[in-house]
């Protein structure tokens, strides 16, 4: 079994910063892309931060309504990503969750597995 933790998520005024974690522990062959999306009351997942393995370039990407503001990345050692956030805005307020694309066997079949997701409210 693979699991993935979130931590980082908290109450924060408008202009302040956060960190997430997120650590994946368990039966690991290889991670792939990992990455962060969040989920607002009244909509849906969306995509906020991705970054491939270093097998693959270790590119990163973001939304639009965060770049500049929000960097990833991920800690190979660990099995761990994070989510620098700062500059926070309100509509940054959602539950973030953490994803990651992971083989748990050297047949590489790679599949994608979810954090529980951690709270981030931003104040005005």
């Known amino acids: 079994q693979v699991q993935l933790v979130e931590s980082g998520g908290d109450l924060v005024q408008a202009g302040g910063s956060l960190r997430l974690s997120c650590a994946a522990s368990g039966r690991i062959f290889r991670i792939n892309a990992m990455g962060w999306y969040r989920q607002a009351p009244g909509k849906q997942r969306e995509l906020v931060a991705s970054?491939?393995?270093?097998?693959?370039?270790?590119?990163?990407n973001y939304a639009d309504s965060v770049k500049g503001r929000f960097t990833i990345s991920r800690d190979n050692a660990k099995n761990t990503v994070y989510l620098q956030m700062d500059s926070l805005k309100p509509e940054d307020t959602a539950v973030y969750y953490c994803?990651?694309?992971?083989?748990?066997?050297?047949?590489?079949?790679?599949?994608?597995?979810w954090g529980q997701g951690t709270q981030v409210t931003v104040s005005s």
């Open positions: 994803n990651a694309r992971i083989a748990q066997y050297s047949n590489l079949n790679e599949y994608d597995y």
């Open positions: 970054i491939a393995s270093i097998r693959r370039g270790g590119s990163a």
